[in-house]
């Protein structure tokens, strides 16, 4: 019998007056309704933070990226401090910075352009003062393993365009690397296989579950590794590939909800915490439904 038990923790319905803060909305809380090995779900809280303090993250954020006239960077700086005001801690930079830069683009989506086309040019647009404003943005959530860099460090002063310093960073983090690549591991590997399991009839959060079980065996999380080191980081990718190869062959998915939730109270009693493999699930979410909106929009323009 599959075991399809109810999640510990409820989260309430939110609106929105922007399809695109509906947007950054439901791809963090699908990502919270799933179950992450490692990391915050309804499921199972742990490293400190409640369910709640992602909840509220995630209503603040939506508001700030669907305003149509402010900067990559403001979009950045101006969600970070938000998120500090309402919950005082960081639960969301990865969230964030990948965000930023893909709700701008939906923004200014100029079909023929696919949203990826569209997110590439306004990559290459990005200047000083956005790497100034998130230099800031990243100072003030601080956060754990950020180490420092003899270039570009974000403790120094912004002397370059924010790609740049991103190609600085990208061998170290794989955020860093969506910025450099035109977000290659959410476009390329993250929505297709979202794509596929719903179209598979799989339901939503176990969709996002194998997302994010995807990720985080296709390369070792870079959270992970600066926190734990590279050897726990390829340790945990190669248990993930396990469960991974488990979930694709189950019958059902819910016939594999013991051993991701065993992995779970494992990884958090050890304070492993996948958090770029959650962020990246985040991306694809978000990129999954800007494209549905986009798409909208074009059928009823037609």
């Keep these: 019998m599959a ?25 963090c809380i699908s990502e919270l309704r799933a179950i992450k090995p490692g990391n915050v779900s309804v499921f199972s809280e742990g490293h400190g933070m409640r369910v709640g303090d992602f909840t509220n993250s995630a209503k603040c954020i939506a508001q700030i990226l669907a305003q149509p006239d402010i900067s990559v960077g403001e979009r950045i700086i101006q969600s970070v401090r938000g998120t500090w005001r309402l919950v ?3 639960t969301n930079l990865g969230i964030i910075l990948l965000a930023a830069s893909l709700t701008h683009a939906a923004l200014k989506l ?41 270039k570009h460090d974000v403790t120094g002063e912004a002397k370059a365009p924010l790609l740049q310093v991103m190609r600085v ?13 035109g977000y290659e591991d959410i476009f390329d590997y993250g929505l297709p ?28 999380d870079t959270h992970i ?3 734990q080191g590279a050897d ?30 065993a992995y779970d109270e494992k990884l958090k009693q050890q304070c492993i ?15 999954y439904r800007l494209e549905l909106i986009a798409n909208q929009a074009d059928g009823s323009s037609a």
């Design 225 to 227: 590794q600066r926190k």
């Design 110 to 150: 100029d079909r023929p352009n696919t949203l990826q086309d569209q997110l590439k040019l306004e990559l290459d647009t990005l200047g000083v003062n956005d790497t100034r404003l998130t230099f800031d943005a990243i100072r003030l959530a601080s956060p754990a393993g950020l180490g420092s860099s003899d």
């Design 3 to 27: 075991d399809d038990s109810p999640p510990v923790f409820v989260i309430e319905s939110a609106e929105f007056d922007h399809p695109i803060a509906e947007a950054v909305w439901w791809a």
């Design 273 to 287: 915490n996948p958090g770029t493999s959650a962020d990246l699930t985040v991306a694809t979410l978000l990129a």
């Design 169 to 181: 960073a990208e061998h170290r983090d794989r955020i860093a690397k969506q910025y450099t690549s």
């Design 88 to 90: 005082g801690r960081n």
């Design 232 to 261: 726990t980081a390829e340790a945990v990718r190669r248990e993930a590939l396990n469960l991974y190869t488990q979930f694709m062959r189950a019958e059902q998915p819910e016939l594999v909800r013991p051993r991701l939730q």
């Design 193 to 220: 296989l979202y794509n596929e399991l719903i179209d598979s009839g799989m339901r939503e959060d176990w969709a996002t579950a194998g997302v994010y079980l995807g990720f985080l065996k296709q390369f070792p």
